[in-house]
Each structure stands twice: as structure tokens, then as C-alpha cells.
């Protein structure tokens, strides 16, 4: 009779969502049925999108937007789970970080829509009140205090991961890497005893390269950065990361933020954050609240500095 192989098989799945592709990495049994965990893992991060969504007309978030000002709102458990962390994110960050800048992440392109002169001027002007106050949440449902639109983008993706992470577990499986477009999450360790390796990369917007790597058992990291995504206005690459004060994209920021935390929506909101504040005034912040973040900052003739806060990156 032939022998089993007792090698743990790998596992590296994927798939679409969010205009990008999630994946897992994981060992299991070899005779290990993904089929189930593949349309498991595709349904949680499909359930986020239809949430959270500041593209799909049709999601729970767009109809809030929609809704009138002072009319309460079924809304699900998951969206608001995410808007309370976002709001106390944003309280925490002095405003640093708001779930309420969709008018202006629309008004800069940023959204389905091109940007316009009209919209930009309208987002450049509007009295903002921050989502803490604007927003209110009760069991199964909220209501908008004031005018308020409300975007994701800085934290939808990073509770997608959490999602996938959670789905995983549900599964049996206690130690893997999963990720949304490089917001990962992991958990255990690899089959051979050893953390999950996780590149922060550097921030060149014409290549992908590493800056370091980070070693990662239980834990989750988020990188915000004006590398990857961005529009051209007047001839000018501007940033998608919107500063809440301004009611337009950041002008002068580090170049990118990584941050650690133990759920990947808490590390993707922080990230945004930090990112705002930067490295100064975000690096002290950070140290305050116990943070591990790294900040890349981009001189003139392109060298890169590191300023870490926290443990972590203090070596970096």
C-alpha cells in the first residue's frame, strides 16, 4: 500500500473585487477541498463591496448618501461595524481621517465620475463638520445629522481582508497570508516555524521595489501612499489620499505610511491618517497611541528617509 504524503500541501487562491484581486496563502491536509473556501472566501469580499461600495450605485453606502438629512436607515451590520471604527479613527486623528470627504473624492476624479472645475471649487468651499458629528448610529440603522457623503476607500479594503481572515478561521485554517492589494493580514506561522514575510515597498510610482520586509505572525498592515493611484488635473499628479481640512488631495505629505495593527481596517484607516498628518505630527501621535508606523519621505533628488514610530520599525 503506498504511502501519504505528510508534506502540508500550499495553497494560494484568489480572485476579483474592488477593482483589484484579493488572495490567501495558506498548508493544509493535501486532501484538502479548496472548492467551498475559494466561494467562501469570493462571497465574504463580494458582501464588502456591496457595502461599501462608492462605485455600485446600488450599494447600502450609495443608498445612504442618497438618503435625506435627519431620516433614520436600515443599513447592515458590517457597514456599520466599519463606520464606527472610521469615526473613532477620526476623532482619535483630530479629523486626520474622515469617512464623510465623498463629495470631494468624487469632485477630484477619484470617484466614478471625472473631475470638474465646478465640483472641485464646490468640494474646495464646503463647510465640513466631521463625520462624528454628522453621522449617528443606532442598532440596525443611522441618519445623517447634516449634509454628509460618505466614502470607504480608506478603509473598506483593509476590512476586507479582515473578511477574508475571518472566513479562513471559520474554515479550520489558523495560519495564513491574506491580502487586498497589498493590505495583508496574517496569522500563525509558516509550516516551517517561521513568520509570514510581508515587503514594504518603496515608493516609486515607475517600479516595484522593496524598502524592507516585515516579519509578520498575528497581525495585520496597511501602507497609504501617493505612488500608485492618482489623476491629473491641470497637468498636476495629484495624490487619491484627501486632506479633510482642505476638501482636496494632499499637496505635501511623506511619500508613503505603513502601519501595523491587529485588524487590517484599523491599519488601513491609521495609514490614511498618518498619512495626513505626516511624519512629524503623525509620527508623535502615533508613539502616543502605542502605533507601529513607517513613514517614507521623498526629497528633491528622490532619496528616500525612513522615520519610524514604534517598536517594530525601529530598525528600519
Same mark, same amino acid.
Given at each position: ?12 487562491? %484568489? ?44 450599494? @447600502?453606502?450609495?443608498?445612504? %448618501? ?86 470607504? %476607500? ?12 475571518? =472566513? ?41 521595489? =522593496? ?6 505572525? @498575528? ?21 487619491? =489620499? ?64 525612513? =522615520? ?9
Amino acid at each position: 500500500m503506498p504511502k501519504m504524503s505528510t508534506e502540508p500541501a500550499r495553497h494560494a487562491l %484568489n480572485g476579483a473585487t474592488m477593482g483589484t484581486r484579493w488572495s490567501a496563502l495558506f498548508f493544509t491536509d493535501a486532501r484538502f477541498d479548496v472548492a467551498p473556501l475559494q466561494a467562501a472566501l469570493q462571497d465574504a469580499v463580494d458582501e464588502v463591496d456591496q457595502q461599501m461600495s462608492g462605485w455600485k450605485p446600488g450599494s @447600502d453606502l450609495m443608498r445612504i %448618501n442618497r438618503a435625506p438629512v435627519g431620516e433614520w436607515m436600515d443599513a447592515p451590520r458590517r457597514l456599520l461595524d466599519v463606520l464606527r471604527l472610521g469615526l473613532a479613527i477620526g476623532r482619535d486623528s483630530g479629523g486626520a481621517f474622515d469617512v464623510g470627504m465623498g463629495d470631494a473624492v468624487t469632485a477630484w476624479g477619484f470617484g466614478p465620475g471625472q473631475a470638474t472645475g465646478e465640483r472641485i471649487r464646490i468640494a474646495l468651499s464646503a463647510k465640513r463638520r466631521p463625520g462624528w458629528e454628522t453621522l449617528e448610529i443606532g442598532e440596525g440603522r443611522l441618519r445623517k445629522t447634516g449634509a454628509i457623503t460618505l466614502d470607504l %476607500n480608506g478603509i473598506a479594503k483593509g476590512y476586507g481582508v479582515d473578511r477574508l481572515a475571518e =472566513t479562513l478561521q471559520e474554515f479550520g485554517i489558523h495560519a495564513f497570508l491574506a491580502g487586498i492589494d497589498g493590505e495583508m493580514r496574517a496569522a500563525g506561522l509558516r509550516p516551517d516555524g517561521q513568520p509570514w514575510s510581508i515587503a514594504v515597498e518603496q515608493p516609486d510610482p515607475e517600479r516595484r521595489a =522593496t524598502h524592507s520586509v516585515l516579519a509578520l505572525e @498575528d497581525g495585520a498592515v496597511a501602507t497609504s501612499g501617493d505612488y500608485r493611484h492618482w489623476v491629473d488635473v491641470g497637468g498636476r499628479r495629484l495624490s487619491h =489620499t484627501m486632506d479633510p481640512r482642505r476638501g482636496a488631495p494632499l499637496t505635501a505629505s511623506p511619500a508613503s505610511v505603513t502601519v501595523v495593527a491587529g485588524t487590517c481596517a484599523e491599519a488601513d484607516g491609521w495609514a490614511t491618517a498618518l498619512m495626513v498628518l505626516g511624519a512629524a505630527e503623525g509620527g508623535a501621535l502615533a508613539a502616543r497611541l502605542g502605533l507601529d508606523a513607517l513613514f517614507l519621505s521623498r526629497a528633491a533628488d528622490g532619496a528616500i528617509t525612513a =522615520t519610524p514610530a514604534g517598536r517594530l520599525f525601529s530598525g528600519a
